[in-house]
């Protein structure tokens, strides 16, 4: 069975050629874009399960990229950059980037951010407890389909990322407890959460954009200011 094929869309020929030769090495089908426009005529003609996405590009750059890959698609999208500034971070979250690594960056690193990512979107999918219904969550009209990973707002199907998911989906099977940002980046991401992350918090904020009719006041994901995040049973 062949692996899952992986888009790199980075202008620097050389670092570009250096992830394919570790993705290829672990069996990864590849392809290549050196900019924005042909990134995104590549994914309107490809099966593509993941994307490793530069920021800063000549044209279309990464952030409008990212933007117009989550219209359609919510493949996951690791984000590349030369920067490391928190508000650059912020950025490519909000645009609808999964995870980030900062240039230089440890090719190792990198190839265990891209299985989780994989991981997280084709193969996690989490045994369903005694208060779930045939893996359907019903929020007063928000349904969860924990088996198909689809999540629709009286009716309306709304595209969250994989990482989206995984967050509405671990608050919305433990209703009534409060997680903390360190608890859900632990839970999620199964990595060591460091003081100042607010990766959660980008996060929370773009889910409640697309599922709370007025994301300022949320009915659906209740702040417990100076604990954390929770849905109420």
């Known amino acids: ?19 394919e030769i570790y993705l290829s090495n672990d ?5 290549k874009a050196f900019n924005g426009k042909d990134a995104l005529d590549i ?25 117009r890959i989550r219209q359609d698609k919510n493949i996951p999208i690791l984000m590349l950059s030369a ?22 960056f440890n090719p190792l690193e990198l190839m265990a951010r891209v299985k989780s990512q994989l991981r997280r979107y084709l193969y996690l999918n989490p045994k369903s407890t005694e208060n779930i219904s045939n893996g359907i969550i019903n929020i007063n009209g928000l349904i969860i389909d924990e088996k198909s990973h ?20 671990l608050l919305a099977k433990n209703k009534g407890t409060v997680f903390s940002a360190e608890e859900i980046f632990r839970r999620v991401w199964k990595e060591k959460y460091f003081e100042g992350n607010n990766t959660v ?33």
């Open 201 to 233: 918090m980008v996060h929370i904020r773009r889910i409640r954009e697309k599922i709370e009719d007025n994301p300022r006041e949320p009915i659906i994901i209740k702040t417990v200011w100076g604990v954390g995040y929770k849905i109420e049973e």
């Open 83 to 104: 920067k490391s500034e928190d508000m650059d971070k912020i950025m490519g979250l909000s645009t609808g980037a999964d995870d980030y690594l900062t240039k230089p």
């Open 43 to 67: 994914l309107s003609k490809e099966l593509v399960h993941l994307v490793i996405l530069d920021i800063m590009m000549p044209g279309i750059d990464g952030l409008e990229v990212c933007r």
């Open 150 to 169: 689809e999540v629709t707002l009286y009716d309306k199907l709304i595209n969250l990322t994989p990482t989206e998911f995984d967050i509405l989906l």
């Open 27 to 31: 069996g990864y089908r590849v392809l």
């Open 1 to 19: 069975m062949e692996k899952e094929k992986i888009l790199i869309v980075e202008d620097e020929k050389e670092i570009a050629n250096l992830i």
